[in-house]
């Protein structure tokens, strides 16, 4: 049965790797709508992004525009050694269409809808819609349990204080989703940093497809490598969110682990989630076939075929 997914992303590198990689796994997932939010650029570029590479994956679902800034509305900071102003590290997309607008019309119980319908949610940015709409309409949220990409443990995050950038943008929308009792399942730097990309991958990759998308994430990717490379070593970068929308295409590659978890929502470890005794309020991804969620993410972004022939191809 295809799983049917609504997305929530601020559409960065490793957002628009996630969204080819839904948008093309047509035997596994259908994405049925999009919501963007604060983060890496944007919310309004975000939103362009994200319906720029799902066009151009073949994706027709409709994409709305969500919040601007956080619950608390701190500053709105961006990562932006990695993604670049426009989130595509100078790849993004234009602005010319007029997107609606998530608070206008459908509001954010649009997810409320969306949960009430059983479609999954696979979130990639700061849970700030999400937030909103679980204080709008909690009673739809039951038995409901979102893909969150969330959380650095052993794993230093690169925002202040060492937490995840999601978490640390909006800690309180976090933290709301966290007691709403819907048991959201993580998806931490831990486990997504032990899948790298390189830029031989991307560009072998995209020689082989041929297509205006995965030339055009290739060279997107060309400033998130480098960013990877100073602040994490290695040789390509790490797919974070790539790997989180693997674990819908893909559930059998992935270990979720009940556990209990708090967010530090203020003083120098904002952001930073700690596991705590207690009953479980979320599951935490611990374990990944590396090789094999590589794998499908190269093939999301340039088909089987090109993969195939691009392993025959010499450096």
Same mark, same amino acid.
């Given at each position: 049965?295809?799983? $049917?997914?609504?997305? *929530? ?10 969204? /080819?990689?839904?948008? #093309? ?21 975000? /939103?362009? !992004?994200?319906?720029?590479?799902? #066009?151009? /994956? ?9 919040? &601007? ?20 590290? @100078? ?27 059983? +479609? ?6 700061? =849970?700030? !819609? ?31 204080? &060492?937490?995840?950038? !999601? ?12 007691? /709403? ?7 931490? =730097? *831990? ?13 072998? @990759? ?6 205006? =998308? ?7 990717? @060309? ?5 990877? #490379?100073?602040?994490? &070593? @290695? ?24 556990? $209990? =978890? ?13 596991? +705590?005794? &207690? ?25 089987? #075929? ?10």
């Amino acid at each position: 049965m295809v799983l $049917r997914v609504h997305i *929530d992303t601020d559409c960065g590198v490793d957002d628009a790797l996630a969204l /080819a990689l839904m948008a #093309r796994a047509r035997q596994a997932v259908e994405v049925v709508s999009v919501s963007a939010v604060f983060g890496n650029t944007y919310v309004d570029q975000a /939103a362009a !992004n994200a319906r720029g590479v799902l #066009r151009l /994956a073949g994706c027709g679902a409709e994409v709305y525009i969500g919040a &601007g800034s956080g619950l608390a509305k701190r500053r709105v900071e961006r990562m932006r050694p990695a993604h670049g102003v426009d989130g595509l590290n @100078g790849s993004g997309f234009s602005q010319r269409w007029k997107l609606p607008e998530l608070d206008r019309g459908h509001s954010a119980n649009f997810l409320a809808f969306a949960a009430r319908r059983k +479609i999954a949610g696979l979130f990639l940015g700061p =849970l700030t !819609n999400l937030a909103k709409s679980l204080l709008e309409d909690p009673a739809a949220f039951r038995d409901w349990r979102p893909t969150i990409m969330a959380g650095a443990f052993a794993v230093e995050g690169k925002a202040k204080g &060492g937490a995840d950038f !999601n978490s640390w943008s909006d800690p309180e929308a976090l933290q709301r989703t966290l007691e /709403a009792g819907i048991m959201p399942r993580l998806m931490p =730097l *831990d486990v997504s940093h032990q899948v790298e990309i390189t830029a031989e991958d991307l560009s072998k @990759g995209a020689l082989c497809c041929g297509s205006p =998308l995965s030339a055009r994430l290739t060279k997107a990717a @060309g400033g998130y490598i480098a960013f990877h #490379r100073q602040v994490w &070593g @290695g040789q390509g970068c790490r797919p974070h969110d790539a790997v989180a929308a693997a674990s819908l295409v893909a559930p059998e590659l992935f270990t979720f682990e009940p556990a $209990r =978890l708090r967010v530090v929502i203020d003083g120098e470890r904002l952001g930073r989630i700690e596991r +705590i005794d &207690g009953a479980p309020n979320a599951e935490v991804c611990t374990r990944v076939d590396v090789d094999a969620v590589k794998r499908l993410i190269l093939s999301g972004l340039f088909g089987m #075929r090109a993969v195939e022939a691009c392993e025959t191809v010499p450096a």
